[in-house]
């Protein structure tokens, strides 16, 4: 399994910072990776078992994650357990400290890419896909949670 993990700081509380990850059908809103984002299978809105698909901004693909692990105000775990991409197993972690009036936020993701030998390959290519699409969804999030800017994915 491979990881790769991006922190940020937000100039907010953390109960600022963890209301916007915890509407979690809503990440779309922040999400400049996303064309979309909602509950499934009559999910609660948030807490241990919420349950999502987001629509990648390319239109095509998807993923549809679960939430594994939720502790408020520090950690939130997120199994991605179906996707069009070429993930075969992949969890998202998310870790929240308190630092003044300030949040640190650091997202890792551990996974394992379909196609067996040839996707091990590919892991070197997809580490800094995936770090930039972290990048660009922490940076959203910031955006969100000090200004209340909303992501505009570009039709």
């Known amino acids: 399994m491979a990881t790769v993990s991006v922190t940020r700081t937000v100039n907010a509380p953390i109960d ?15 999400n400049p990776n996303l064309k979309g984002s909602h509950l499934i299978n009559s999910s609660q809105v948030s807490g241990l078992g919420a349950m999502r698909q987001c629509d990648m901004a390319d239109g095509k693909n998807y993923v549809r994650e679960k939430v594994i692990e939720y502790r408020p105000h520090q950690k939130l775990v997120i199994d991605i357990y179906e996707s069009s991409i070429p993930l075969k197993k992949a969890v998202a972690s998310f870790d929240f400290k308190t630092r003044g009036q ?14 067996g030998v040839l996707g091990q390959l590919m892991v070197p290519l ?15 999030n910031a955006d969100y949670v000090e200004r209340g800017i909303e992501v505009q994915v570009a039709a």
């Open 102 to 115: 300030k949040t640190d936020v650091t997202m890792t993701i551990d996974f394992t890419p379909k196609f």
């Open 126 to 140: 997809m580490k800094p896909q995936l770090r930039k699409m972290q990048d660009a969804l922490l940076a959203g």
């Open 16 to 30: 600022q910072v963890w209301s916007s990850w915890d509407d979690f059908g809503a990440i779309a809103r922040f």
